[in-house]
């Protein structure tokens, strides 16, 4: 039997760099593989709940080294966003294609509608998807859920152009259940319990 298979480990322990993530718990390997084939499906909105210590960053850490080597979809994972507004973050997630060129001086709804237009083109266009990463989303101001809801509302083809997994302690879920049409689009949830010796048997 194969030794690093044999601890679960991806790397000799004591060879390992820091950061480097030594151990997937049975916990976070199902996650992958479920929360894989959903993005792979489509499904469009994902959310993943678990309090400090459930492995929230390192399934993250996982799914964008999963899918960046997939040539047909962007990663982009934000971590510890603070936005100040709904345009910061739009345009955050437009810069996923590095051409957007914001206008200035719209109101929040045209600014919306024109992200919504910009980004569905540009994924047509390109081919793409763009898979998009938050980690802890706890943090993530109200604003910025409902503009995913808006352009989730923008088109039958969205959730097929923009996967999002949203990561956060269990008060995201509160966030994400204050918007009714926002919750019904989550299609998959997860969630992680704190990391225990008994993962390593």
Known sequence: MDYLNSIQCKTEPFAATAGIELFLSQAIRDSIEKLSHSIRLDAGLHVVVGADGSGKTTLLNQLSEKFSADNRIVV?????????NR???LTTIAGAFKTIK??????????QEAFNSFFHKQCQQENKTVLLLIDDAHNLPVYCLQ????FYA???DS???LQTVIFGKPSIQKKI??????DSRVVFTVTLKPFSFK???
């Open 102 to 111: 914001p206008p200035s001086g719209v109101d929040d709804n045209k600014f």
């Open 147 to 150: 503009a995913l809801d808006a």
């Open 87 to 89: 345009q910061q973050f």
């Open 76 to 84: 982009l994972a934000l971590n510890n966003p603070q936005f100040s």
């Open 154 to 156: 923008h088109h039958t």
């Open 199 to 201: 993962d390593s048997n």
């Open 159 to 161: 959730r097929r152009f």
């Open 177 to 182: 259940n204050s918007i009714k049409t926002l």
